[in-house]
């Protein structure tokens, strides 16, 4: 359907013989070597979609500003300006997960290159992150390929315009490297795996979660007023309904979680959201510190539109998998910790997508 650039064809290696010199790593622990060739794979997926993204954001850009419709270009109608608004948010946020990531491996993996078993412990250690770039980013490659056509209209669904071959060779990126569903289930599946070797602390830190939500809520007030300190504290509530939904399906189902497919995906969707926002706010306080508040305007625009879409996206599908999983007074009681982990109040992400795609506009490219 797509991707026509790349040849796929059947590799039969049936009785093929390598020569020992060509031997990689020890004999019996190849599969290390391509599990994280996999894991790997997912991470350069998710980049590969990022520099696709932004083609497809820069020609939606110079296509709506040459389209001329009721004697104006279409870039200046409000419904044109969210949909390239909310194409470089998602551009944006899904670079910053990709560095952010990066750099976490880079930091693991230490100052010698060619200390292979260092590279594989770092890649491993990391897996779970390189499953939700690829989740992600795939699924943000999407929607700006559909949006795309979308801007384009009926040229949209012409092979004489990019936007029809962009839509075709995206999907793909939701099937390749462990389709999209696999690895929704590897996500909370490694984190699992990491808490009960001792790794990530995971355990204990559901069981204090577990004593607040069932500790009466003492009214205060908020101390922070550092930048996007109402960000910072919505991602770290994020990550408690994360923790309060793993905890509550591995105190439920035990050894038998990895059979609950549809529990998984959505607690996986819950921990994509919360990696995002939290990237996307590390990377607009780094860029603020660097350039100063003014300049980073555009980015604190986009981390404010993502955190309050994505804390909406986790409210319902919490509700959703909560419901899978407990009922009764149980379920009233999660459900009402749910509240006030997601309790918002929202900003005017009208207003701010129209600033980010007036932005672009005027530069007639992606400039974020």
Not at 39 to 52: D, E, P, T, V
Not at 203 to 223: S, V
Request: proline residues 2%; glycine residues 8%; charged residues 25%.
């Amino acid at each position: 359907m797509g991707i026509k650039g790349s040849s796929t064809t059947p590799l039969v290696l049936a009785d093929a013989k390598a020569p020992v010199e060509n031997l990689l790593g020890e004999v019996g622990k190849g599969h290390k070597i391509a599990f994280n060739t996999l894991n790997i794979g997912r991470f350069k997926l998710g980049a590969m979609c990022i520099g696709g993204m932004k083609l497809m954001l820069h020609e939606s850009i110079r296509y709506a500003n040459e389209r001329q419709q009721f004697g104006k270009s279409i870039s200046s109608f409000g419904a044109i300006k969210s949909k390239l608004g909310e194409m470089a948010i998602r551009t944006w946020v899904g670079e910053a997960m990709i560095y952010r990531t990066l750099g976490m491996i880079e930091d693991a993996i230490g100052d010698d290159p060619k200390d292979l078993e260092a590279k594989m412990r770092a890649i491993e250690e990391y897996s779970a992150e390189c499953s939700i770039i690829k989740v992600a980013l795939s699924e943000y490659c999407d929607y700006l390929a559909d949006e795309m056509v979308q801007i384009f209209g009926g040229y949209g669904y012409s092979a004489d315009y990019p936007a029809e071959r962009a839509y075709r060779d995206s999907r793909i990126n939701r099937i390749f490297e462990g389709t999209n569903e696999i690895n929704r289930m590897l996500i909370p599946g490694r984190l699992m795996k990491s808490a009960l070797s001792g790794k990530l602390k995971l355990l204990p830190a559901a069981q204090a979660l577990m004593d607040e939500i069932l500790t009466p809520q003492i009214m205060g007030f908020d101390d922070d007023e550092g930048l996007l300190a109402a960000e910072t504290k919505l991602a770290k509530n994020a990550k408690k309904v994360g923790l309060m939904m793993l905890g509550t399906a591995a105190q439920k189902y035990l050894l038998t979680l990895g059979d609950q497919q549809e529990i998984l995906i959505g607690i996986a969707d819950i921990i994509m959201d919360a990696y995002a926002m939290e990237s996307a706010i590390l990377r607009t306080q780094k860029l603020a510190a660097v350039q100063g508040e003014a300049a980073a305007a555009r980015y604190i625009d986009m981390t404010r539109v993502f955190c309050n879409d994505a804390v909406e996206r986790i409210d319902a599908r919490a509700k959703n998998t909560l419901a899978g999983m407990a009922e009764g007074d149980e379920l009233r009681t999660l459900l009402a910790a749910l509240r006030r982990f997601t309790k918002l109040t929202p900003v005017n992400t009208i207003v701010a997508r129209q600033r980010i795609a007036d932005v672009m506009i005027e530069a007639n490219r992606y400039v974020y």
